[in-house]
């Protein structure tokens, strides 16, 4: 679940970033399309960085679980 969670949250990343890029060589760097794309991908990194480190602790939970003294 995490994976696909992970994969989703990257390809919408990819396309945000597109989407801002593209945005502001239209509108301009400080156009309020602009900074609302950018807020967007900011929203997305963020959350991206939560599954990522969720998905690190629940890897490391489980590898020291299995360790046998």
Known sequence: ???SLE???LKLIDQT???MVE???NTGINSQETIACSQEL???LNLHM???AH???TKLSSASC???I
Request: net charge positive; glycine share 0%.
């Open 1 to 3: 679940m995490t994976c």
């Open 7 to 9: 994969l989703l949250l």
């Open 17 to 19: 970033k597109k989407k």
């Open 23 to 25: 945005l502001a060589y």
């Open 42 to 44: 900011d929203v997305l």
């Open 50 to 52: 939560k599954v990522s």
């Open 55 to 57: 998905k690190e602790r």
């Open 66 to 68: 299995n360790i046998k």
